[in-house]
């Protein structure tokens, strides 16, 4: 793979930009692979891109049946934060979130990533209580946040409205290396680097079947054919329970439609992330000026990737009390992506009741943040065969046995 840099643009300037190569390979399956990865989104290809970096197996086929990021990797709002409750959490987003840090150096691919800070506001006290204890958690995690007062919190965010009419802003918690990043460079990144490294990303390729013999995967049937494998990772977000019935388990996992929208571009005014889950609403501004705005999930199953009109009614009504600025703006586009909610709202991440089948999934309404640690975890996990120390908290079998990882106050509205 030829290095992006400051000299190669240069050089193609010369030459129209002839020279480049494509950033990745579009290969036929081959019969067999060590690993199977189902799944072209950031957790899938972040599993592959760590198998080989960190574990030298780079015998993988990355499947997916769309486009590669074109599920919910590409359909986020970008947010990135380590700032939840629970011991285990705090641990997998921060590891994530320190690896966002030199990810575009890591890749050689610039995802973009941008510690803005994220700031999520208290409106009741209630949620005053919450964030002053998540506060104190996460310092005793190494998390660096900060519940900031009003008055700091107009300072960060001059075009905030702190006397809502229904919700004055109490305060908030602040997390100032949170921030946003590209979400489609974050999806490219890991493909360029995994296709380097000598795998097969197959694209317009579904997986259809899952064969096994005596309690082991030996491979899958899909689109172009049948593919052997060693080890399975099914990686599928809001599929995960379409996936597990073709492998005979199932999921305690919920896929609902979750939506965003943009406005049109406007000039820079807002230069951190404001999450406001009481009016529900969270809003930032992208290097092109537009508002991105997220709004809730529907409230009954489906797998419709589409935005709907009482979800644009709810999400600007709302958010006008807090930022009265975006009622002039008109709305651009909306979108929605099927996010795989768990009863706790923490992912599951590890072992399958079958021996060489592993599953990373559950993330939500919240996993894009989670990319490179849950990758990494992942990956550990299926090297080792057993749960990555990341990961251990968050086995399928905690539903059996019980033991939650209860984040539904810090990943419940938003993300
Ligand atoms: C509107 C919205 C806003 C969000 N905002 C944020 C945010 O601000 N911050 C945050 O941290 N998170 C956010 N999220 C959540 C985040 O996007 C997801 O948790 C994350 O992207 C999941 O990544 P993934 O790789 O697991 O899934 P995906 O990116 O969905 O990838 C799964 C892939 O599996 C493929 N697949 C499915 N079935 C098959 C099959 N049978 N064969 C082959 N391939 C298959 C799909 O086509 C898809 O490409 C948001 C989500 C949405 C929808």
């Not at 399928?396 to 509205?413: H, M, N, Q, T, Y």
Request: charged share 20%; aromatic share 8%.
């Amino acid at each position: 793979m030829r290095r992006y840099s400051a000299f190669a643009i240069a050089r193609e300037a010369f030459r129209y930009h002839s020279g480049w190569a494509r950033a990745w390979r579009s290969p036929e399956p081959k019969k067999s692979y060590d690993v199977v990865i189902v799944g072209a989104g950031g957790h899938g290809l972040a599993t592959a891109y760590y198998l080989g970096k960190n574990h030298g197996i780079t015998n993988v086929a990355i499947i997916e049946k769309g486009w590669l990021g074109g599920g919910n990797t590409g359909r986020n709002t970008t947010i990135i934060r380590s700032n939840y409750l629970q011991d285990e959490s705090a641990a997998i987003y921060e590891k994530a979130r320190g690896l966002y840090e030199t990810l575009s150096q890591d890749l050689n691919y610039n995802v973009m990533f941008s510690p803005r800070g994220v700031m999520m506001l208290a409106q009741t006290e209630h949620e005053v209580r919450g964030y002053k204890r998540t506060e104190h958690a996460n310092r005793l995690q190494g998390v660096t946040t900060e519940y900031i007062t009003p008055a700091r919190v107009k300072q960060l965010v001059p075009i905030i409205e702190l006397k809502g009419p229904r919700y004055p802003v109490l305060g908030a918690l602040w997390q100032p290396r949170g921030g946003t990043a590209r979400h489609d460079a974050v999806a490219w990144g890991y493909a360029r680097a995994c296709s380097d490294m000598g795998m097969d990303i197959i694209q317009q390729c579904e997986v259809t079947g899952i064969s096994q013999k005596g309690g082991q995967v030996t491979g899958v049937q899909t689109t172009k054919g049948d593919v052997a494998c060693k080890k399975l990772g099914i990686v599928v977000a809001g599929h995960s329970g379409v996936l597990a019935e073709m492998a005979g388990f199932r999921l305690p996992i919920e896929s609902v439609s979750l939506q965003a929208m943009v406005t049109e571009p406007i000039k820079p005014c807002m230069d951190v992330v404001v999450m406001a889950n009481t009016v529900h609403g969270y809003m930032s501004q992208s290097d092109k000026g537009e508002m991105v705005i997220g709004g809730g999930a529907d409230g009954f199953n489906n797998y419709t990737q589409r935005g709907s009109f009482h979800h644009i009614e709810e999400t600007v009504r709302a958010l006008i009390e807090t930022f009265p600025i975006i009622s002039r703006l008109k709305m651009l586009r909306q979108w929605g992506g099927i996010v795989d909610m768990t009863g706790d709202r923490s992912p599951i991440l590890g072992k399958t009741p079958l021996e060489n089948c592993f599953i990373n999934c559950g993330w939500g309404t919240g996993g894009f943040k989670s990319i490179p640690g849950s990758g990494w975890a992942m990956a550990a996990t299926m090297a080792s065969g057993e749960p990555d120390g990341l990961a251990a908290g968050f086995a399928l079998d905690r539903f059996r046995e019980g033991r939650f990882i209860d984040e539904s106050v810090a990943a419940g509205v938003a993300h």
